[in-house]
């Protein structure tokens, strides 16, 4: 991509309802893809999806061979080689696990003593809280399980390999409404993380020029209440 004289951006997506779901003919809808299109649309920036799981789509954004991602939290490791904008919107982490396959939790001192095998996804973060804990609860930490993805979350539950996983929580109010599978599971009343998710930009392929201009795009939608208005259409999640 030459940002210089061109807007043409590759951004990562992948299948995760209601954020990003693509149809028979390979299009794609949801809540991610209507964030894009607010944004870019704006900017007046051609794009095109790439599908890349989460932790595969941050090696090639930092080596600048894709463009864009979204809901990514900005933190000190990331900001070498990402330009954040936004916020884009508030993320909501939450802990899922089989039923009845132990106590409900409800604070972190329970986490604290947790040992059981849990999955969360390759190159994610989940929280500074979480993150501490993982120093202090020292078994839990080597029981996680890193997965590329949250779609064998239900396969690995049902062999008895793992208990539960970190999701988002519009993404388990989808499963949960659409998905039978996930009537094995329960929500638990802890809220894992809270916390502004960003537009990310490489680097390394998108010029200071250009994130100027997608940056005031930025402005004057959020001024607009229009970034603020694509999850509202989706209330229900």
């Known amino acids: 991509m030459s940002c210089?004289?061109?807007?043409?951006?590759?951004?990562?997506?992948?299948?995760?309802?209601?954020?990003?779901?693509?149809?028979?003919h390979g299009h794609w809808?949801?809540?991610?893809?209507?964030?894009?299109?607010?944004?870019?649309?704006?900017?007046?920036?051609?794009?095109?999806?790439?599908?890349?799981?989460?932790?595969?789509?941050?090696?090639?954004?930092?080596?600048?061979?894709?463009?864009?991602?979204?809901n990514v939290t900005k933190t000190q490791q990331r900001a070498p080689y990402m330009h954040f904008v936004g916020p884009q919107r508030m993320e909501n982490l939450l802990l899922v696990s089989k039923k009845d396959a132990f106590p409900l939790i409800t604070k972190w001192d329970q986490m604290k003593t947790l040992q059981v095998n849990?999955?969360?996804?390759r190159g994610t973060?989940?929280?500074?809280?979480?993150?501490?804990?993982?120093?202090?609860?020292?078994?839990?930490?080597?029981?996680?399980?890193?997965?590329?993805?949250n779609v064998v979350n239900i396969d690995m539950i049902r062999k008895g390999r793992a208990l539960g996983f970190f999701a988002e929580k519009a993404y388990l109010k989808h499963e949960f409404d659409k998905n039978p599978d996930y009537s094995i599971l329960q929500v638990h009343p802890i809220v894992i993380n809270r916390n502004p998710v960003y537009y990310a930009f490489s680097k390394?392929?998108?010029?200071?020029?250009?994130?100027?201009?997608?940056?005031?795009?930025?402005?004057?939608?959020?001024?607009?209440?229009?970034i603020q208005a694509v999850e509202g259409q989706y209330d229900e999640y």
């Not at 590759?10 to 954020?19: D, K, L």
């Open 4 to 24: 210089a004289q061109a807007c043409d951006l590759s951004v990562r997506t992948f299948a995760f309802p209601p954020f990003a779901m693509k149809d028979q």
């Open 29 to 70: 809808s949801g809540i991610d893809i209507d964030y894009t299109k607010v944004l870019l649309d704006e900017s007046n920036c051609n794009y095109t999806f790439v599908e890349l799981p989460w932790g595969r789509g941050m090696e090639l954004l930092k080596m600048g061979k894709i463009d864009m991602m979204l």
């Open 118 to 121: 849990l999955m969360r996804q």
């Open 125 to 149: 973060f989940i929280g500074h809280r979480f993150e501490q804990l993982l120093g202090e609860n020292l078994e839990l930490n080597k029981r996680l399980i890193y997965l590329t993805d």
């Open 204 to 226: 390394k392929s998108v010029s200071a020029k250009q994130l100027q201009i997608i940056t005031k795009s930025y402005q004057r939608l959020a001024e607009q209440n229009k």
